[in-house]
């Protein structure tokens, strides 16, 4: 039952709430958050906001512009685990306290515009969405840089590389081989426990849950599993699901990342994104076509595939992201669609003959980036295609693996590093502009600050591995 802010007062007063917690999402897609004593929190909360400067915020207002507001949604509130005194928890989205309108940089709000947005166009008024954020599990973690050093370490009880090492009790082995990490039970898979409590956490938190398992890679490769649910309330998920894993984990003195490619040689890590348009209460990709698919969600995959250059600046944010989609690791480096072949960046999953469970899944996502960004951005692709009645081309049901170097190069792929996908979005970013939903200003300001935070800074480092290629030339 979705809790009203009544229902938030009366829990914090039968429930004896000294302290109420508000997060809120900033641009690269990072919880901050702010702890209020709970008679802060009243009814013209849920409307007005809770003030706070937004001045130091990545991404956000300048210092002479720095009043915001948080308006707490009630829907979202739980009680935080993780917290020594009893906390209640809840999402925020930001607005303007002196227009009252949302903040244009508040990803969330923009999320919330995009599902508007949808239902304003007649084509269907919900969006489902349904992500696999992946993750690794580590003992211990260092990293540095400076002038004249650079390095990373991290470390697993389960790693490939610790079979030789001395322990504690022994070296019982059990040490998960590259890409046999799905799905082998204990002692191979050591973080049963673990995993069972964070699904279990997750639950209490007020998420949909449904499965755990290990994941591919060695090392600690995991996953765990949620219903589908609306735009907006899928990126909460993702939040929420992100918050409770890194909690528990260091709970178990563990450390966990959602790095795209941690590991060299073996599985990233990514967020496959199930998606699907309802509209009246009945599902709209059902058919007789390709995969039992509509013609309404053959266009949306169309829309996708069109923009997906455009996208993955906003899908898969990081540098470290393009060294997950590199081809032989399962990784979706293919611009095109299928229902069998996981190289392809939508597949078309088996579900049966029912049509509420007809979905695609796509699979460039990985979980670095901005949730409500990314399946705000997903949805306005696919809804361009609706509304352009993109064809999506046919599909690609063939071994890539058996493919001539010749039709091989005539499928389309994935932009090979993050300058090259901030550049497709500078050129194609009409579509996620329609209705408002994303200002020219907001993708400006995400180019600029992934360009001179990230990919140049990267771009001027020495590498370690230059040292390996070139210190003896």
């Known amino acids: 039952m979705t809790k009203t802010p009544d229902d938030v007062l009366k829990m914090i007063k039968d429930q004896g709430i000294k302290m109420v917690d508000l997060k809120f999402v900033d641009l690269p897609g990072i919880w901050q958050h702010c702890s209020f004593y709970y008679n802060m929190i009243d009814e013209d909360a849920f409307t007005d906001g809770v003030p706070f400067d937004g001045s130091s915020i990545r991404g956000w207002k300048s210092i002479n512009e720095s009043d915001m507001a948080m308006v707490p949604d009630p829907s979202t509130a739980w009680i935080d685990p ?10 925020c989205s930001i607005k303007e306290p002196r ?8 990803p969330r709000a923009i999320a919330q515009k995009a599902e508007a947005f949808l239902q304003t166009t007649g084509i269907a008024d919900t969006a489902y969405f349904g992500p696999e954020p992946e993750f690794f599990i580590f003992d211990n973690v260092q990293y540095g840089t400076e002038m004249h050093q650079s390095y990373y370490k991290v470390d697993s009880e389960e790693g490939l590389w610790n079979t ?4 504690a009790n022994g070296n019982l082995g059990y040490k998960l081989r590259n890409k046999q990490g799905y799905f082998p039970v204990a002692p191979s898979d050591a973080f049963q426990d673990i995993r069972t409590e964070m699904l279990l956490t997750m639950g209490e938190c007020g998420l949909p849950i449904e499965k755990h398992h290990h994941e591919v890679a060695t090392g600690g490769q995991g996953e765990l599993g949620f219903k589908f649910a609306s735009l907006v309330q899928a990126a909460d998920f993702v939040m929420t699901y992100k918050y409770v894993i890194r909690n528990v984990a260091r709970k178990y003195g ?3 990342t959602f790095m795209p ?5 073996d599985n990233g890590s990514g967020m496959h994104t199930h998606q699907s348009l309802w509209k009246d209460g009945k599902p709209l990709f059902f058919g007789d076509g390709y995969a039992n698919l509509s013609p309404l969600a053959l266009n949306y995959i169309g829309g996708l595939l069109q923009h997906a250059p455009a996208l993955l600046a906003l899908t898969n944010p990081t540098t470290n992201s393009y060294k997950r989609l590199v081809p032989g690791f399962e990784a979706p480096v293919n611009l095109a669609y299928s229902q069998g072949n996981r190289s392809a960046s939508i597949r078309i999953p088996l579900t049966g003959t029912s049509p509420k469970a007809k979905r695609l899944e796509f699979r460039c996502p990985d979980a670095t980036c901005n949730p409500y960004l990314a399946f705000a951005a997903m949805l306005m692709a696919g809804v361009d295609g609706v509304k352009t009645q993109t064809d999506p081309g046919a599909s690609l049901d063939v071994d890539i693996y058996e493919l001539s170097p010749e039709e091989l190069s005539k ?7 993050l300058v090259d996908a901030l550049g497709n979005l500078e050129k194609d970013h009409e579509f996620l502009t329609l209705g408002g939903v994303f200002s020219k200003e907001l993708i400006d300001t995400w180019v600029a600050y992934k360009l001179n935070n990230e990919a140049i ?3 001027i480092r020495p590498h370690p591995y230059e040292f390996a290629l070139y210190y003896d030339c």
């Open 82 to 91: 993780f917290m020594k005194e009893p906390t209640l928890s809840m999402i």
């Open 99 to 106: 227009s009252g309108q949302p903040y244009d940089r508040c």
């Open 164 to 167: 030789g090492r001395s322990e």
């Open 254 to 256: 563990k450390t966990v």
């Open 261 to 265: 490619k941690p590991l060299f040689g």
């Open 411 to 417: 499928i389309p792929s994935t932009p090979a590093s």
């Open 457 to 459: 800074p990267m771009s």
